[in-house]
């Protein structure tokens, strides 16, 4: 994403325009809309980012290093490399296993085992879905939201949750059923 497809709306938000993407191989892109609070924390994130422009980037630690407090010429020289590196790496693209590695990193920080559990660049638009399933919404709207070709995708990712609540109605109508109150 790029901080110059970012539009701010003026009663709160933004639109983001994509252009290519995985779902949209033809690259006639899209236009989403972010929600106030999405933008107030991309705003946020802004004041911490490089000037490079992409919203999402890698964090290098090397990048706050000060050749000048070195020790040595050496080390002086090692240090500005360093820096140098973190400088082109916060300007790259987040491949999806480095978004992978982020998601480990922060669920160990979470107090889970990252090794236990699977998360992977993935697994954000698999949550959304399920959520947005759980909420209410229709595969067709999960279908629209996450960009899918089909409702293929989202059915399967949402088919836990949609198991559970169609197991939970079928019970329930048996359970009014025996009592002689029909569930609708």
Not at 62 to 79: G, H, K, Y
Not at 93 to 113: M, P, T
């Amino acid at each position: 994403m790029m901080w110059d497809r970012l539009d701010t709306l003026p009663g709160g938000g933004a639109t983001y325009r994509l252009g290519r993407t995985k779902t949209d191989r033809a690259g006639t892109g899209r236009t989403l809309y972010l929600r106030p609070e999405t933008l107030q924390a991309l705003d946020a994130w802004r004041l911490e980012t490089p000037e490079a422009g992409r919203i999402f980037h890698a964090v290098a630690d090397d990048l706050f290093l000060d050749p000048t407090t070195a020790i040595s010429a050496a080390e002086r020289q090692r240090w500005t490399l360093r820096v140098a590196r973190a400088q082109e790496q916060e300007r790259a693209a987040l491949s999806a296993r480095e978004v992978s590695a982020i998601f480990r990193r922060a669920a160990a920080r979470a107090g889970l085992d990252p090794h236990t559990q699977w998360l992977s660049s993935h697994s954000a638009r698999v949550g959304a879905a399920q959520d947005m399933v759980r909420s209410g919404a229709t595969t067709a709207q999960v279908q629209v939201a996450g960009r899918c070709d089909s409702e293929r995708m989202p059915i399967r990712y949402a088919e836990r949750v949609m198991a559970r609540d169609a197991g939970e109605n079928r019970f329930a109508r048996l359970a009014a059923m025996r009592r002689g109150t029909p569930k609708r």
